[in-house]
């Protein structure tokens, strides 16, 4: 068998097996992070004194897909040699102080015949960005066999290309390592790392650079996937080695990300609760004064801070009192609650503010929207028969007007016809004729609340 030795073993993590097991067992333990249905995560991969309690994060929230795991595919940006394209090994198994991680062949002679996908082993000579992720998975999955590519210059959609390739199951699970801003000082840092985070919250992949993240053109990548699979992504943790173990006057960042279905409920119980309550302060705030009341994001768990639109409905005895929201995702999630909670209350156009004697009665749910995916139709009834009814929010546009139905008005419109009816009349045209120019837009929510 042709083994490949570690190369940052006693640098960049423990060499003696039993110390190594037990810190990434307490960096895993120590994340504290709830089970996610993450399809893939990003993970940073410094040495583990220093983004070992963040990638920590990142893998404890895929903690409880161990049994399921049997194949990991981890991409990393080169380092150490300087090529064009995405390299693989010729080494049947990956070795670390716990032992050898056996290379999905298989998998590597199924991209193979990519564009830009080739065989390099001088890529992973001292190369650290897949090795340091290596002891996380082995305790983790240990019997996941890995399929490691570092990523030279690309072109993202090379990446793409791969992910779709090897995209799998729920057997497959996809690791990208990066790290992000290097050698600021602390606030800066953190200043950067965040605008990094909610570009990568966003898949707001041109705002991605080589300085704000090394292992940008694999998260590129991913985030093209995401689009096209409808997947949302959450910062899991945030910190710089300011943070974990280093000084403050020249730190690199570290961030932990899952990416689940956006449909799934990827947050919380409590963490919809601290929305909820939130949204309900707002609204009395509003009923009192007039106005939203100030928000402060970091006064939040991290999740209720990702960039994300979101639409707030208001109900009176299961009647609607209000319904707005964004549509474009540029601010907190919890910050865009309140908002859109406030002006639900206050500003719909078909009903008056809201006030004080109907406050008590009021309801509240949030639905928090994902990506927009362009759906092609032929006519308006090869549309209709493409809608996936209860799944899909729709958006109709035709020049300057439009108009949108979230996923959960099919519990009153179950019927595609009906829905597309009436969301038609909604945006002033007559649902009984086509409308030239139309194009349709779809989307996932999660909602929750009473509705």
Not at 135 to 141: A, Y
Not at 184 to 191: F, L, W
Request: with cysteine.
């Amino acid at each position: 068998m042709n083994l490949r030795a570690p190369a940052v073993a006693g640098a960049f993590y423990p060499a003696n097996p039993a110390a190594l097991d037990r810190m990434v067992a307490g960096l895993i333990e120590d994340a504290h992070t709830e089970r996610l249905p993450a399809k893939a995560i990003i993970a940073p991969h410094a040495g583990y004194v220093y983004s070992g309690p963040i990638a920590g994060t990142a893998y404890a929230g895929v903690a409880h897909l161990g049994g399921r795991i049997t194949r990991v595919l981890l991409l990393g940006p080169a380092h150490r040699y300087g090529f064009r394209g995405i390299a693989y090994p010729s080494a049947d198994a990956l070795e670390t102080p716990l032992g050898a991680v056996p290379v999905d062949r298989e998998a590597i002679a199924a991209i193979r015949d990519l564009p830009d996908v080739q065989r390099i082993d001088r890529a992973f000579d001292g190369e650290h960005s897949l090795e340091v992720h290596l002891p996380f998975i082995q305790r983790l999955f240990p019997e996941a066999s890995v399929v490691p590519l570092v990523v030279g210059h690309v072109d993202p959609a090379r990446v793409d290309a791969v992910l779709q390739r090897l995209w799998g199951g729920p057997e497959t699970l996809i690791v990208i390592s990066s790290d992000l801003s290097h050698f600021h000082d602390h606030s800066t840092a953190h200043r950067l790392d965040l605008e990094t985070s909610q570009a990568i919250e966003a898949a707001d992949i041109e705002r991605l650079s080589g300085d704000r993240a090394c292992g940008y053109l694999p998260v590129a990548g991913l985030l093209m996937r995401a689009r096209a699979l409808d997947l949302r992504v959450t910062t899991r943790d945030l910190r710089n080695s300011g943070d974990t173990a280093g000084d403050r006057d020249r730190v690199v960042g570290y961030g932990a990300y899952s990416i689940e279905p956006a449909t799934a409920a990827h947050l919380s119980d409590a963490h919809r609760e601290l929305l909820l309550q939130a949204a309900r302060r707002a609204l009395a705030h509003a009923v009192k004064t007039g106005r939203a009341p100030p928000v402060r994001p970091e006064d939040f768990p991290m999740p209720l801070r990702a960039i994300r639109r979101t639409f707030v409905t208001l109900t009176i005895d299961g009647e609607l009192r209000g319904c707005i929201g964004t549509t474009q995702a540029s601010r907190p999630l919890v910050e865009d609650v309140v908002d859109n909670a406030v002006r639900s209350a206050m500003q719909d156009p078909r009903f008056g503010p809201l006030t004080a004697a109907e406050l008590p009665r009021v309801d509240i749910a949030v639905s928090i929207l994902s990506h927009d995916r362009p759906l092609p139709f032929r006519d308006e009834e090869d549309l209709i028969a493409k809608l996936r009814p209860g799944v899909d929010g729709l958006i109709l546009r035709a020049g300057r007007d439009g108009a949108l139905f979230l996923p959960k008005v099919w519990d009153m419109l179950p019927d595609r016809r009906q829905f597309v009816a009436q969301l038609k009349r909604k945006a002033g045209w007559a649902p009984d004729r086509p409308v030239p120019g139309l194009e349709a837009t779809v989307f996932g929510a999660e909602t929750f609340g009473k509705e």
